[in-house]
């Protein structure tokens, strides 16, 4: 069983910064997306990005453009979810996750991580 860990939350103000990492328990991690969803309270689970195991193909929702940089050391087995200029909305639980397809749906997510709490406060 895959298991993903994530770190690196926490609480900081409007206009922070925070870096979550996301660690693979298992190698290789070959042939799987890794990306992060979030889930902010009373809402649905929702995509925030997403990268290819080469690291060329990256993908955001439009609400983080400019802001957070997905990025992966396929030797550490990590993904890196940098967040800039972080926002009340932005407050949520932030899920690590792998898929074998493409997809920015919940539904075809592989395997979860066990989240990691981002509170942004004004």
């Known amino acids: 069983q895959e298991q993903l860990v994530e770190s690196g939350g926490g609480l900081v103000q409007v206009g922070g910064s925070l870096r979550l990492s996301c660690v693979a328990s298992?190698?290789?991690?070959?042939?799987?997306?890794l990306g992060w969803f979030r889930q902010g309270p009373g809402k649905e689970r929702e995509f925030v990005a997403r990268?290819?195991?080469?690291?060329?193909?990256?993908y955001y929702t439009d609400s983080v453009k400019g802001r957070f940089t997905i990025s992966r050391d396929t030797a550490e087995n990590t993904v890196y979810l940098q967040m800039n200029n972080l926002k009340p909305e932005d407050t949520a639980v932030y899920y690590c996750?792998?898929?074998?397809?493409?997809?920015?749906?919940?539904?075809?997510?592989?395997?979860w991580g066990q989240g990691t709490q981002v509170t942004v406060s004004s």
């Open positions: 990268i290819s195991y080469s690291g060329k193909q990256k």
């Open positions: 298992r190698r290789p991690f070959s042939a799987y997306f």
């Open positions: 996750a792998a898929s074998l397809t493409n997809t920015r749906s919940v539904g075809e997510v592989n395997h």
